[in-house]
């Protein structure tokens, strides 16, 4: 596998040969490969942002050269380098650079404007864009009307309208509260991991570090060393790195979970989690809707996860026309979700804060919700497969054997489409409960 991106002893020195030459760069060599999650971390002023702009071609090195997908930038023609800034590299910055008199759809669409593109295609995408990140209903405002979390997600879908396979981002959190940094960050490591792209950015906060499969460390113009968290580069590449042991799952929760799921990949766990528990809520819980449909309730539910809207919320935009940026469901339809969704959240909240008292009030959820007509004593057998489950003792199949086994044998006595019904969702909820 070949280098996506070369850079070959680079140097930028502003102000070359005069009283107040800076250096910005100083014999910078790095290759980074396809599919990478690379890091460029460091303290103000090290040279990380002249790093990142020098490959997006927007500063020129004074020595040196990078090459991307094989191509020399300084071989390139005007119209070739042209091709990779609309194609190629889609750039987002810590300031946003929105347009304040265009709406939020004109925003994300205007580089397929630059293209010559047909308006219904592109406001087609930009709409589909939008949606994806779960802000398809500001469509029509300004920037003005947003806040900085979402203004950064229609600044990360603009930089994706042409679909391009390497996305450089010059400290996209900076500006952003905690709560806001954190769905960005989740949403660049998604693109990583679930869409394959080259993700590049630049940070000085070492709380962003694990978030990367690379981690560039930069002073005083230069790279300094390099850890690895999750290598993706050719055994041949591999050389000379400081490398940080990848951690894997500890906890016997994780391993039962892993085991239910078989998915769940340990590398989710740390960012792509609450995606992989909205889309398994909802193939749980829905059935009879186009993708579509299930597509905006996928990204209604991951905004209740991520607690960006509550499940009130969640159903009036679920009733919303779909042209109108909702689901397109009907009323009663969305009611039923939404009560669904609170009452399993509920028992996620008691396992939580309450555990030691939490079983009992389980088993009575899966009595109301799957009409068991259970008498006291196969109660207290529910109630202690339960306890099993919840201590990771058993995992999904062990649960469902006790559910389905006869009472005579030691069993709870559903049937097995019912103990099939029930352990699932227990899993989703175990799930839910893990972070």
Known sequence: MEPLISIDKLRVIYNQGKSNESRALEETTLEIFPKEYVIIYGPSGCGKSTLLYSIAGLQKPTYGDITINGRSFSKMSKKEQLELHQTGIGLVFQAFYLIPSLTILDNV???????????????????????????????????????????????????????????????????????????????????NEVDQQTIIMVTHNPEHLAYADRVIHMRDGRVIKED????????????????????????????VLLSSFKSLLPQQVDVLLVPFKAKQLLSHLLSELNDEQVS??????????????????????????????????????????????????????????????????????????????????????????LNLRVLSKIGQTETQKRLDLSFAKGGVGLNKQTAEKVSRELEIIMLLKYS
């Open 228 to 255: 690895v968290n999750k290598d993706k580069r050719p055994v041949e590449a591999k050389k000379d790195v400081v490398m940080v042991k990848e951690e894997s799952p500890e906890t016997q929760e994780l391993n």
């Open 296 to 385: 905006m309730a996928e990204t209604l539910v991951r905004e209740v996860l991520f607690k960006n809207i509550d499940t009130e919320e969640m159903k009036n935009r679920l009733d919303l026309p779909y042209e109108k940026g909702g689901g397109g469901w009907n009323k009663i339809r969305a009611e039923h979700m939404a009560e669904r969704v609170d009452r399993m959240l509920e028992q996620v909240k008691n396992l939580k804060n309450t555990p030691d008292t939490s079983v009992p009030p389980l088993a009575r959820y899966f009595e109301e919700m799957f009409h068991l007509n259970i008498n006291e004593e196969r109660r207290i057998r529910l109630q202690s497969t």
């Open 109 to 191: 669409c205007l580089p397929r404007v630059f293209r010559g593109e047909r308006h219904s295609d592109r406001e087609r995408d930009g709409i589909q864009a939008l949606r994806r990140f779960g802000i398809v209903e500001q469509a029509d405002k300004y920037p003005s009307q947003l806040s900085g979390g979402q203004k950064q997600r229609v600044a990360i879908a603009r930089a994706l309208i042409n679909q391009p396979k390497i996305i450089l981002a010059d400290e996209p959190v900076g500006n952003l509260d905690s709560e806001s940094a954190r769905n960005v960050l989740q949403i660049l490591k998604e693109l």
